[in-house]
């Protein structure tokens, strides 16, 4: 396969924080490996995990050899960069789950199964450290670092001057150390010069980069990409109801849709060259497309697109459209009955519902008592009987008139029925 120059690559994709000198010259001799880090803590990525496995998908795309590590070691320790408080400490059992988990979210981005010589390999860093004594480890790996240079690295300066009284636990001030030993193991045993993640990371990379020196006798390299904000200033993966994960159990496919087609002009653009794998001039034409006609979206629709498809796959995707339309286009009964129940619940989220029997429904459920008392949808059976005569009553997005009954063929999901009045005023019967 013929090299690309990753580098460049990131460099137009807004994805260059940092960059050791000679890393692209040296990238553009050979295949090289490079690993990145992920915090095996949770049995699911987030998107705040996507940054990192863009730079390694574009690093495989590019020719080269990605390594993935799970910090399995390092998950037990906590790193002090950007946090305030230390992390729980997980048992190795549930480390492992995590980590067969972790290895199939980043299967939608990597190659880690075709035989290419640039396939990518998954490592996790308690398999070389479990059997390190603490006697070995600062014998062997201690003595190379003084305190003083770890005092200076920022990640470790702004925990013990900053708000939090608790200062920084011996076990956290020794994470960039066991980090830096995780580069020196993987250079020696793997080949891999290159350790890449966000700028948050610079001091614990270029600890790796002084292992690899003095006791590698070699030369590590070392490249960082900007921390991802939002324009209005609040977090990069984060939605009202917290993280937004790639895991459908966690996040639907709708959810997660809806997170990125909810996306502001200016963060459309810069998202699209960061998660995306479209090439620059697709993407320069689609924000002069946009440009030119800035209420049509087609940033954000594309960017949904594209990341919900590599997430999800493609039939999660046209479902999660399907059910953007619901709230917003001509959608019928059977578009509403072809939604899962959680996507049904995530599309109609905080829409007030009214548990009723089941048994209400075999003799058929009159539509006055379904809005009216059997509800308190609407106040009172007359202004039922107004909002029939007037035509501004739906059941399941099609128009009912007063002599009309629900039945349980009327169900979503064997479950749910969805009234609604005028254009935006919708309540939920669920039925039990």
């Not at 240079?149 to 020794?174: H, I, N, P």
């Not at 995707?317 to 996507?343: H, Y």
């Not at 609407?378 to 008139?401: D, H, M, Q, T, Y």
Request: charged content about 25%.
């Amino acid at each position: 396969m013929k090299l690309k120059n990753f580098v460049e690559e990131l460099k137009w994709r807004g994805m260059v924080h940092d960059v050791m000198p000679e890393t692209e010259s040296h990238l553009m001799e050979t295949m090289r490996s490079a690993y990145v880090g992920f915090d095996p803590t949770a049995d699911s990525l987030h998107i705040g995990n996507l940054v990192p496995i863009m730079l390694l998908s574009f690093f495989q795309r590019c020719g080269h050899k990605p390594v993935a590590l799970v910090g399995g070691a390092t998950g037990m320790i906590g790193d002090p960069s950007g946090k305030s408080n230390e992390r729980n400490l997980l048992d190795e059992k549930t480390l492992r789950h995590n980590q067969e988990c972790v290895k199939n979210q980043l299967s939608q981005f990597l190659d880690f199964s075709s035989g290419a010589p640039n396939q990518a390999r998954l490592v996790n860093n308690y398999d070389w450290m479990k059997e390190f004594s603490f006697l070995d480890f600062i014998r062997d790996v201690g003595k190379h670092i003084t305190v003083n240079y770890m005092m200076a690295k920022d990640s470790v300066k702004s925990r013990l001057t900053g708000e939090s009284a608790d200062g920084m636990s011996f076990t956290e001030f020794t994470y960039q150390l066991v980090q830096g030993y995780d580069f020196l193991h993987l250079y020696k045993n793997l080949d891999c010069t290159l350790q890449m993640g966000g700028s948050d990371q610079w001091g614990n990379i270029t600890t790796g980069t002084e292992l690899i020196r003095r006791i590698g006798s070699g030369k590590g390299y070392a490249l960082t990409c900007p921390l991802i904000t939002k324009s209005d200033g609040s977090k990069f993966g984060k939605s009202e109801g917290g993280n937004v994960w790639l895991d459908a159990n966690r996040t639907s496919p709708y959810k997660f849709y809806q997170y990125w087609l909810n996306s502001s002009d200016e963060d459309a653009e810069k998202y699209i060259k960061i998660f995306t794998f479209l090439d620059r001039a697709t993407i320069e034409n689609l924000v002069t497309e946009h440009k030119e006609a800035p209420h049509l979206r087609a940033l954000q629709k594309k960017l949904a697109e594209e990341v919900t498809t590599t997430v999800h796959g493609n039939e999660e995707f046209e479902k999660a459209v399907r059910a953007s339309t619901i709230l917003f286009g001509n959608s019928t009964s059977d578009d509403l009955k072809a939604l899962d129940e959680k996507t049904f619940l995530d599309v109609f989220d905080g829409v007030p519902q009214a548990e009723i029997s089941k048994e209400e429904l075999k003799s058929g459920l009159n539509v006055i008592g379904a809005l009216a008392e059997k509800t308190g949808f609407l106040k009172s059976n007359g202004e039922a009987r107004r909002a029939l005569k007037e035509n501004s009553i739906s059941v399941n997005r099609e128009k009912v008139s007063e002599d009309f009954k629900i039945t349980e063929s009327d169900l979503i999901n064997n479950t749910f029925v969805l009234l609604q009045r005028g254009k935006k005023n919708y309540f939920i019967i669920k039925f039990q």
